[in-house]
């Protein structure tokens, strides 16, 4: 009996220790993009898009696009995978990855647009 109670003790802590870590792996801190250069490690950054300067590869489907964030740094974001369908639309960008020679490697794209229930100017 008290073999059956440990066994499923150790069990319950494998878990709860798998649980745990898997949660702290996918936590990702939200910093500047002066923050993120310094860093070098993956974290989560938000800027202005400027779509005057975005490239997009079809063939290698690579987006490049510069952001800038709300203490006016700018950085390239290089993100590999499809382009997101509202893109065009964004106004700001959050992204999530790393800082990389020079460039902010992001692996995942969060497009931020305008509301459609934000009021008009009169």
């Not at 008290?2 to 910093?31: E, H, R």
């Not at 923050?35 to 290698?60: F, L, P, T």
């Not at 290089?78 to 990389?100: D, I, L």
Request: with cysteine; glycine share 8%; charged share 20%.
């Amino acid at each position: 009996m008290k073999i059956k109670i440990i066994l499923a003790a150790v069990i319950v802590l494998a878990v709860g220790a798998w649980a745990f870590s898997s949660f702290t792996d996918s936590m990702t801190s939200y910093v500047s993009l002066a923050e993120a250069q310094k860093r070098g490690a993956k974290v989560q950054v938000m800027g202005e898009i400027d779509h005057d300067k975005v490239s997009y590869d079809v063939d290698s489907q690579i987006l490049v696009f510069p952001i800038t964030d709300d203490e006016g740094t700018q950085v390239n974001v290089k993100f590999s995978g499809t382009m997101p369908g509202n893109f065009s639309q964004a106004t700001h960008a959050v992204c999530v990855g790393k800082y990389e020679q020079g460039e902010f490697v992001a692996d995942q794209l969060l497009i931020k647009c305008p509301s459609k229930y934000q009021g008009e100017e009169i």
